[in-house]
């Protein structure tokens, strides 16, 4: 059994910050893109235990297409064991037709992406909505009774203030959502807030990021959330199934152009070009491009970079036995803490995962 993730690449605006392929719809056909998307799925028999749209921006998809999409998918996989079905969401796609739409036809799910709560902010991250679109959005999709409702939040923005990022998270808690994501802001390749920290007009400030990151900590937790991976915050029952999977190394297919796969000791992805992914397709040609054997090494590697994010902590099995010695050192100085199955990260440690990572991996 594995995850699936479908990867819908369209945005009305491009934001500055993201490095995922994504891009505006253009002339795109959506009847062929859908028809894509279907034919790829149904290339080999699935049985999904969770399903996720990403993007972009999957809401963007018209009912009518995103009604044949998700119907379509239904007829072409077996749905019986699918226990959590996320669809990610941009305030200004949403409508309530739309969002009754999602779950009738078996989304349980979603994740809004507010970004912020303030206008200043989300003009620096060139948001198309406004804080009162989202909101009046985030209405729309507690009416419809989702089981689940995920908040993204982003800080350490350039310009926002810790009294900021306080309101936001202030008004965010007091919509009562069941999940909250709450990433720091990385400066990626390829995206233009990555050029405008080369050329100095931004600047990357790890004191700032740890007070950010702390006052998420403090005001979440009093909030009744569970902080159960490095950037995500859940109420009781309402962990993402589907991020799990990744943090925990298991299999997913990913589906749509630019999704990477990881099935059975290899990942790969397919090309990041969405009108050659929709030719090649159609044509019945594979679009998988990079495709690499995962070596034990490879494997492991990533175990450290992903399991020690997580509240469950990373298996102290893997630390070979020349690094062992880091772990005292490492508690000693408050970072970590340890028993005989599990290393996991203290309140200080966590916002210097990657470091430590290294560190233990010897």
């Known amino acids: 059994m594995h995850h699936l993730y479908v990867h819908i690449p369209f945005c009305h605006r ?80 949403i409508t309530a037709s739309k969002a009754a739409l999602m779950r009738e036809l078996g989304v349980t799910r979603v994740s809004l992406g507010i970004q912020a709560w303030d206008e200043a902010t989300l003009k620096t991250l060139g948001r198309d909505h406004s804080p009162a679109e989202a909101e009046e959005t985030w209405q729309v999709l507690k009416a419809v009774d989702f089981p689940s409702l995920n908040l993204d939040l982003m800080f350490s923005i350039p310009g926002q203030s810790l009294e900021t990022w306080r309101e936001t998270l202030e008004h965010s808690l007091s919509l009562n959502p069941d999940h909250i994501s ?13 050029r405008r920290l080369k050329a100095g007009e931004f600047r990357a400030d790890e004191g700032r990021d740890a007070d950010f990151f702390n006052l998420g900590i403090d005001l979440l937790e009093a909030g009744g959330f569970e902080h159960y991976e490095i ?30 796969s990881t099935v059975g000791g290899k990942r790969w992805h397919n090309v990041k070009d969405t009108p050659r992914y929709m030719e090649m397709t159609l044509a019945g040609d594979d679009t998988a491009v990079e495709v690499e ?30 690094s062992r010695r880091m772990l005292d050192t490492l508690r000693d100085q408050g970072l970590l803490d340890f028993d005989d199955q599990f290393v996991r990260l203290t309140r200080s440690g966590k916002p210097l995962v990657d470091p430590i990572a290294v560190a233990l991996m010897g």
């Open 231 to 260: 950037s995500n915050y859940a109420k009781p029952g309402h962990r993402s199934v589907h991020n799990e999977s990744y943090w925990l190394g298991e299999d997913y297919l990913g589906i749509g152009p630019g999704a990477f």
């Open 182 to 194: 709450a990433y720091n802001l990385n400066y990626e390749e390829d995206t233009d807030f990555f």
């Open 14 to 93: 491009i934001c500055p910050y993201c490095s995922f392929h994504k891009h505006t719809p253009g002339g795109t056909d959506m009847v062929a893109f859908v028809d894509a998307l279907l034919k790829e799925a149904e290339k080999q028999p699935l049985k999904p235990r969770t399903i996720f749209f990403g993007g972009g921006t999957p809401t963007m998809l018209s009912e009518v297409h995103l009604e044949r999409l998700l119907r379509g998918l239904r007829e072409r996989l077996d749905m019986a064991e699918v226990a959590e079905y996320t669809m990610e969401a941009n305030p200004r796609t």
């Open 293 to 322: 054997e995962l070596t034990p090494e490879n494997r492991r590697t990533e175990r450290f970079g992903l399991e020690l994010r997580t509240a469950r902590g990373l298996p102290l099995d893997l630390i070979a036995t020349d």
